[in-house]
């Protein structure tokens, strides 16, 4: 089966750094990707990493490692406005992506 | 970028009846998909509408409950038949632009949340 394991729930402060943990188990894998979702919003687009690595832009970074299955969003600087849903989702080819259950970010002042 | 807009946003229908969601790309697109996603839930997708041949329906997903249309590279439509409670969710239609492939980047509609009585 295809599985994408992500933590429910995170709470964290505002002007704080947070880290949400994404392990995959995909038939085929290509890349992984980042998906922000404010509560009755689309899904928008943050980050994509084919390589292993880190890869960053503005506040938020994201880190791939292929060999341990597992990547991670970073989030500096935490505004309130970060409080909102990612979900982490698998490229596993044939133009697919399977999208994790999504961690809800509560950022607290 | 991508700019989707869907119709309707929100709809409330009876059981037995059909809803048709229209989704319009503001620029020309080959890969089209719509998902369904209950409220705080992750994202399912339920088939991939590529212009000029039949959709390619996921595991659990049939034409005939999902009937898609695909009639150029801006617009695609999804039916919802026969309806039941159990189709009460939120629909959403994405695209993946060429010039964002390498990125395996998605844009994604506003969604049009349905309720099935």
């Known amino acids: 089966g295809q599985s994408l394991e992500q933590p429910s729930e995170v709470t964290a402060v505002e002007g704080a750094i947070v880290q949400i943990n994404c392990t995959y188990q995909t038939s085929g894998f290509y890349g992984l990707s980042w998906y922000q979702q404010h509560d009755g919003g689309a899904p928008t687009f943050l980050s994509y990493?084919?390589?292993?690595g880190l890869e960053e832009t503005g506040r938020f970074s994201s880190f791939l490692s292929r060999s341990d299955s597992y990547g991670y969003l970073l989030l500096q600087e935490l505004q309130m406005k970060d409080s909102a849903s990612y979900f982490c989702a698998v490229y596993t080819g044939g133009f697919k992506t399977i999208f994790g259950a999504g961690t809800r970010l509560f950022v607290k002042a | 970028s991508a700019v989707i807009s869907q119709k309707p946003s929100r709809d409330i229908c009876q059981r037995g009846t059909s809803l048709t969601i229209q989704c319009q790309v503001d620029s020309q697109v080959t890969m089209m998909f719509w998902y369904r996603q209950q409220p705080g839930q992750s994202l399912t997708l339920i088939a991939t509408a590529n212009q000029g041949s039949e959709a390619t329906y996921e595991s659990g997903f049939v034409i005939d409950k999902f009937p898609i249309s695909r009639p150029n590279l801006t617009f695609s439509t999804l039916t919802v038949s026969n309806m039941s409670p159990e189709d009460s969710s939120i629909y959403l239609c994405s695209v993946r632009p060429r010039e964002r492939i390498s990125y395996n980047e998605q844009f994604f509609g506003p969604g049009t949340r349905l309720t099935v009585l």
């Open positions: 990493n084919g390589l292993d």
